[in-house]
């Protein structure tokens, strides 16, 4: 099976700009979860959903949003870049939907705001 | 809430020695799932090793095996044989079976092995 996969890979945004990133899930898996890595907050938790529902949301400003299409795939948004939103920005899925299954991660979006 | 620490940032090993990576965590939940995590200097994030706190087995998966002690609240990761490719950010990860349910993982231990 093909792993998570996430685009872009890369990307330079400026402050006040808006961003949309894509995870493409397992196949066959009906749980996406995104996190943000920084080298000071170390990996925080930002939402996860199932059957496009989001089923947790963690401690982030209403600017991040996500949404998850019927074919698993998940798309995260970001409104009014800050500087402080530069991050890795990793997604995993899971498969049967149990909280407690193993998430597989995807290589990550790193995004640089200016 | 849950928290996960771990609390050795750098640790280093000789190629072919062992190395034991700490992590503690705090959950008030009976049921919970424990994970270690490898992120390489790429960047893709990879699971080493899964335990279940309800069995008292210590996982095991080839070179790598886990001291798991649920009254200390203690999830130690060993490595053994240590290769060069075993350099990477090990992260532990804890998750409820009730309560948050979300993934709560520690800062990281940057591991390098020394050839």
Redesign the interface.
């Known amino acids: 099976k093909a792993g998570v996969t996430q685009t872009p890979r890369y990307l330079i945004k400026t402050r006040g700009q808006q961003v949309t990133l894509s995870c493409s899930p397992i196949s066959g898996h009906r749980s996406v979860?995104w996190y943000q890595q920084t080298p000071g907050q170390?990996?925080q938790?930002l939402f996860?959903y199932f059957s496009e529902t989001q089923r947790?949301k963690?401690n982030f400003p209403g600017r991040f949003s996500g949404r998850q299409f019927s074919n698993s795939r998940s798309e995260m948004n970001v409104s009014t870049l800050e500087l402080g939103d530069s991050a890795?920005y990793?997604c995993?899925s899971s498969g049967s939907g149990r909280?407690?299954d193993?998430?597989?991660?995807?290589?990550?979006t790193r995004l640089t705001v200016l | 809430a849950q928290t996960v620490t771990q609390s050795q940032p750098e640790m280093s090993v000789q190629e072919a020695e062992t190395v034991t990576l700490s992590c503690t965590y705090d959950t008030s939940e009976s049921d919970y799932y424990l994970f270690w995590y490898k992120q390489p200097p790429s960047r893709q994030m990879i699971l080493v090793i899964r335990q279940e706190a309800y069995k008292q087995q210590n996982a095991t998966e080839n070179r790598f095996s886990v001291n798991f002690q649920k009254a200390a609240k203690s999830f130690s990761l060993k490595i053994s044989d240590s290769q060069l490719g075993d350099a990477a950010m090990y992260f532990c990860a804890l998750v409820e079976q009730g309560g948050s349910e979300k993934l709560v993982f520690g800062k990281g231990t940057k591991l390098t092995v020394n050839p």
């Open positions: 979860s170390g990996l938790f996860e947790n963690g890795l990793l995993a909280r407690t193993t998430q597989y991660f995807g290589p990550g």
